[in-house]
């Protein structure tokens, strides 16, 4: 199985590459998604109220969105985070896999450092215009959305990172040709 990370700063269209290549056939895992369900964990909520007391009485939405605020803010509080959830996350990309066999998985990674153990890195580009537009269009206010940029790579240090690097502000047309092509050359790289 050929494992393929899609990573990029926030906005800048990995979902929908995900969702291209879900159209086309491939399974595409959404690290994001399993670190939402591994935070629904017991064991995960309660190490969150002990770091967090403040969030400990609040539903899971509104806890989610405070604990959020914090970990964009404070890059102790992230790493703390990140260090919590991504052992779960890991585990859970594992099992899918596992249950999912196929000959090439897509696993969306937000976390530049989380795409070192991947046959392929895929870096997803786009101006910092059209990512803050489209965080807006998601509810995130401006605050939240420097908070959450900055505590990320750089998109040149994303692109350091890659082995291919596709447009995520290419009109339809072109994305999906971007999209077709890096299947080819996936294809052409695991078999050589």
């Known amino acids: 199985m050929v494992k393929v990370s899609i990573s990029g700063g926030i906005g800048s269209g990995k979902s929908r590459l995900g969702s291209l290549l879900t ?60 260090d919590l959830i991504h052992p779960c996350v890991q585990d859970e990309i594992i099992q899918f896999t596992k249950n999912y066999p196929t000959e090439v998985v897509f ?8 795409t070192k153990d ?6 997803v580009t786009a ?7 489209r965080l807006k269009q998601r509810g995130l206010d401006v605050l939240d959305i420097f908070n959450r940029i900055s505590s990320q790579p750089t998109q040149e240090e994303f ?15 072109e994305f999906e040709k971007a999209g077709l092509q890096l299947i ?3 294809n052409q790289g695991s078999h050589e």
């Not at 591994?38 to 969105?65: G, I, S, W, Y």
């Not at 991947?118 to 870096?123: A, E, H, P, Q």
């Open 118 to 123: 991947y046959d392929f890195r895929v870096v």
């Open 23 to 82: 159209n086309l056939g491939f399974q595409v895992i959404d690290a994001d998604l399993l670190a939402k369900n591994c935070l629904d964990l017991v064991t995960m909520k309660n190490a969150v109220h002990k770091k967090f007391p403040e969030l400990a009485d609040l539903d899971d939405l509104t806890m989610r969105k405070k604990l959020a605020a914090i970990v964009f803010s404070d890059k102790l509080a992230l790493r703390w985070l990140e």
């Open 159 to 173: 692109i350091a990172s890659a082995d291919f690097v596709v447009d995520g502000s290419a009109e339809d047309v």
């Open 107 to 114: 696993i969306e990674v937000p976390v530049l450092a989380a």
């Open 127 to 133: 101006p910092m215009e059209l990512r803050i537009a």
């Open 184 to 186: 080819a050359q996936i």
